[in-house]
């Protein structure tokens, strides 16, 4: 069982760390102490459910379901289009950073900003559902629920890591020009994989 939740815990560490709208998010917030635990919770749990998903056999109907791809990509693109645009804006005006730290956005926004993050971009269903998904499946009985579990686990760990220890780079971002940076780079991020939905929908058609 070891070596199966181990596997899981690689492959699931693998697929969340690369830098994407959803970790630019948890950044940002953990920067400003919003919402944190809660945030990560979601994330977290959100990528969990999807796992589990994926192991129990999911992702074969995903797979075949162009149409649930497509709706996803498109609101997956309108959405980070829009967020591109609020960082942009953020950055651009200086009265949103005259106190050093950027008032953080309320709790209700926060969630619903964090779920679309989660279910509005399609590499989630791809990565965790379809490709974990079909690897489980070398696995069997108790061996296959580790995997899921090590998986599930490297979620927890990433995000909660990400959303806590981004706490350490406050002394940084004590100057209003590191925010300005930082909501730069966010805005780049979210238009360069709004830019790339849109390519991967237009060449799928």
């Given at each position: ?36 635990f809660?945030?990560?919770l979601i ?11 994926g ?5 074969t109907?995903v797979?075949?379901?162009?149409m ?7 609101g ?7 967020y591109s ?26 969630i ?16 965790t ?7 489980s499946?070398?696995?069997?009985g108790?061996?296959?629920?580790a995997y ?12 909660f890591?990400?959303?806590y ?5 406050a ?23 709004a ?11």
């Amino acid at each position: 069982m070891f070596p199966a939740a181990l596997s899981g815990f690689a492959l699931g560490g693998s697929l969340i760390i690369a830098i994407g709208a959803q970790n630019a998010f948890i950044l940002r917030q953990g920067l400003i102490r919003s919402h944190v635990f809660v945030l990560c919770l979601i994330c977290a749990a959100s990528d969990a459910l999807l796992i589990a998903a994926g192991v129990a056999g999911l992702g074969t109907l995903v797979s075949k379901s162009p149409m649930l791809i497509a709706v996803v990509t498109i609101g997956g693109f309108l959405f980070l289009a829009t967020y591109s645009f609020m960082a942009f804006k953020r950055a651009w005006a200086p009265s949103a950073m005259a106190a050093g730290t950027p008032q953080g956005m309320p709790l209700k926004a926060a969630i619903m900003a964090c779920l679309a993050f989660t279910f509005l971009n399609p590499h989630v269903y791809l990565d965790t559902v379809v490709l974990l998904g079909s690897l489980s499946a070398k696995h069997e009985g108790t061996a296959r629920l580790a995997y899921g579990i090590g998986a599930a686990v490297a979620s927890f760990t990433w995000f909660f890591g990400l959303g806590y220890g981004a706490r350490f780079l406050a002394p940084l971002f004590a100057r209003p020009s590191a925010w300005r940076v930082l909501d730069v780079l966010i805005g780049l991020v979210m238009a360069l994989l709004a830019i790339g939905l849109l390519v991967s929908f237009v060449a799928g058609e």
